[in-house]
């Protein structure tokens, strides 16, 4: 059955190259992004494994923990961090789980229920284990994007949806197109004119169904 929006995410428990863990436990009371990968010693992965690593402290402003999963052994995981922090510069603190039996890439609906690696795998066995989803702190399923091989992922939006969602759930606010921190947000249609006035203060109707304010603070 398909992972979707606001669905409790699978709990488990898998070895990573940190150690044995159980996901909600690993997850605790912050938010979390699981993001997967076909195989290590990839080209494409190494450079988004790096861009993750050079986004550590954002990651920690915003209490959102980060994990790796892939379908190569924990003992392959951290050879690969050495190249992983060659190329970021930096280093490689997140766990990445080592998902050699697919539990976790079928679970999360990454590969079908069928699927199996055979002997003298390639990435092309586990091609659609490629995805990014954000998790919050009440285990639900938030938001997911899933990309092909050959499109590095971008970990700057990755980064500008989170603040989305921890913005939207903070201050109960929608975000228009390509929003940015600090920008004006949305206010739900299910607030009335009045409400939203008492709630936000002054407001723009752009339509009568789109009203636009400032967040204060």
């Not at 092309?124 to 050959?150: E, W």
Request: aromatic share 8%; hydrophobic share 40%; with cysteine.
């Amino acid at each position: 059955m398909a992972l979707r929006i606001n669905d409790t995410v699978p709990d488990f428990t898998a070895e990573t190259d940190h150690g044995t863990i159980k996901f909600h436990d690993f997850i605790g009371d912050s938010w979390a992004i699981l993001f997967s990968h076909p195989k290590d010693f990839t080209p494409v992965c190494t450079t988004e494994f790096g861009a993750v690593a050079r986004l550590s402290d954002e990651w920690e402003k915003r209490g959102t923990k980060v994990i790796g999963v892939s379908v190569d052994s924990a003992e392959e995981h951290k050879k690969w961090k050495g190249d992983i922090e060659k190329v970021a510069g930096t280093t490689a603190g997140f766990p990445i789980i080592a998902d050699e039996g697919l539990e976790v890439s079928k679970a999360f609906d990454m590969l079908p229920a069928e699927a199996y690696m055979p002997d003298g795998r390639t990435p092309n066995d586990s091609a659609t284990v490629r995805a990014v989803f954000i998790i919050g702190p009440d285990k639900k399923l938030k938001l997911s994007m899933t990309y092909p091989m050959n499109v590095g992922r971008n970990f700057a939006e990755v980064l500008r949806a989170l603040d989305g969602l921890q913005t939207a759930a903070k201050a109960g606010v929608a975000t228009p197109a390509d929003w940015q921190v600090g920008q004006d947000v949305v206010i739900p249609t299910a607030l009335n004119d009045a409400d939203a006035k008492e709630k936000f203060g002054d407001f723009e109707t752009v339509l009568p169904y789109l009203r636009m304010t400032k967040l204060k603070g």
